[in-house]
C-alpha cells in the first residue's frame, strides 16, 4: 500500500490566503484578530498531523518528512501572517497622513511621511 497524501495543510494555507483577502477587502486590519485566527488555523493543521496516523505500516523517513512538511507549512504561513501584519501596520500610518492631509493640504511634513510610508510599502 502507497502513501497516502495529507491535504489538510495545503486546505489550512488557502484558509489563510482567503481570511487575508476577506479581511483586506473589507479593510479591517485588526492585527490582533487576524493572528488569533492564523494561529487557530495552524493549531488546527498541527493537531490533526498529530491525531491522523500518516498511513499503516509508514516508516520513520515519511514520518521525518511528513512532519518537515507540517514544520514548512508552519513556518510559511507565519511569515505570510507577519509580512501582512506590517504592511496593515504601513497602511494605517498612510491612512493617518491622509486625514492629516485632509484637515491642512499644505502639511508638508505628513506628506513627506506619506511619501516614504508608500515607498516602503
Not at 4 to 17: C, G, K
Not at 34 to 55: E, H, R, S, T
Not at 59 to 65: R, V, Y
Amino acid at each position: 500500500m502507497g502513501p497516502s497524501f495529507n491535504l489538510f495543510p495545503f486546505l489550512i494555507l488557502s484558509m489563510i490566503f482567503i481570511i487575508t483577502g476577506v479581511f483586506q477587502i473589507v479593510e479591517y486590519y485588526n492585527k490582533t484578530v487576524y493572528f488569533g485566527v492564523v494561529a487557530a488555523l495552524l493549531v488546527a493543521m498541527w493537531i490533526d498531523g498529530l491525531i491522523q496516523p500518516i498511513y499503516p505500516g509508514a516508516n520513520q523517513t515519511d514520518t521525518i518528512l511528513y512532519y518537515l512538511t507540517l514544520g514548512i507549512f508552519t513556518i510559511v504561513s507565519a511569515g505570510y501572517a507577519y509580512n501582512i501584519i506590517n504592511t496593515w501596520e504601513k497602511i494605517k500610518k498612510i491612512i493617518g497622513h491622509d486625514k492629516a492631509l485632509k484637515v491642512n493640504p499644505n502639511y508638508i511634513k505628513a506628506l513627506n511621511n506619506k511619501y516614504v510610508d508608500l515607498t516602503a510599502i
